[in-house]
């Protein structure tokens, strides 16, 4: 078997199983209270690090650019009380607009 | 039934402003993959069952630099593993057979989780299946785009849709973080995913962030 039909397979299996463990295994009962109360703080930590490592992330290394003016003027949006799709638009038009400067 | 439909729509409705974007980032990924060697079935097979951008990229950046295998896998299993966690933390949602709930678990993306949680951790599982069937068609549909069609959309960064995901990410972090300890949690991940983003591969930082959660057990 080639390299890409290797790799496509091997990662393919690895995140389906990934995405369906806790369905599959456990779906439908209810956590332990201490798993839950555990699980409550996942949302924010993990958010917190998406919007880190796709705002400032670039190749093991933490990349200023545009991306920052973009996210900057989405936070303004929401502070106006735009809805969400509107904060989103105005994120990319706002990098979109920087990088074309 | 009203309740029913208005939750998929809601869960397509909060994601749709990312659908330009996912699709653009397909094509992307679709130009890359062909560019990298990989031919024209294999990516579009990737998209379909591995459904997540970042580790994606990843693999076939590997593969074009003519990386092994295993530089390959350990890459994107590394980036995708975070999915294991908010798999196991999002299972009480999902209903019905084990076959239906391998399949509606296929549709977990960080989109879809991020905008279909409904507060205190917890996720309206029809809102993520209705984020999640919008975002499928515009990823694999992308890729084939880009396998085919080539470059058509010209780079995605350039019209700035590479900002719009921490956008939304930033949005839903600041609607749902309400709670002190969900406050502390969100400085904490945040924190130490910037401390690990210089040192560590790719993914790294998102798990570590994740494992904060883990203070969680002994908090309260």
Redo the contacts between chains.
Sequence with gaps: MSTTWLVVLLVGAFTIAFKATGPVLLGGRELPSRMTDAFELLAPSLLAALVVTQAVGGKEAIVLDARLVGVAAAIVAVRLRAPLIVAIVVAAVATGLVRAL | MQKTTRSYREGAK?V???AP?SASFGVAYGVLAVTA???VL?PI??SA????GA??FA?ASV?RDGG??LA??GA??LL?????????????A???S?LR??F???L?V?ESW?VS?VG??RIERRMLIGAGALLFPCWVGGTALGVFGGDVLGDP??????????????????T??VSR???I??????L???AL??????GV??I???A??????R??
């Excluded at chain 2, 995708?80 to 009480?92: E, F, G, M, T």
């Excluded at chain 2, 983003?197 to 790719?202: E, F, R, Y």
């Excluded at chain 2, 904060?212 to 057990?217: P, R």
């Design positions: 909060r749709a402003p990312l974007a060697g990989m031919g294999a097979v990737m069952t591995t459904f997540a580790a994606q693999a593969i092994s295998v390959a896998v994107a299993v995708n593993a975070r999915y294991l966690a908010i798999s196991v933390a999002i299972a009480p999902f209903r019905g084990r709930r391998l509606e678990s296929q977990l960080d991020a949680q205190g951790g960064k350039r019209l700035g849709l590479d900002a719009a995901f921490p956008a939304l990410f930033l949005v839903l972090l600041i749902l973080t300890r969900a406050i949690a969100a400085v904490a991940g945040g130490i995913a910037l983003l210089p040192i560590t591969p790719a930082p998102v570590a962030a994740g904060v959660c883990l203070a969680g057990l908090g309260r």
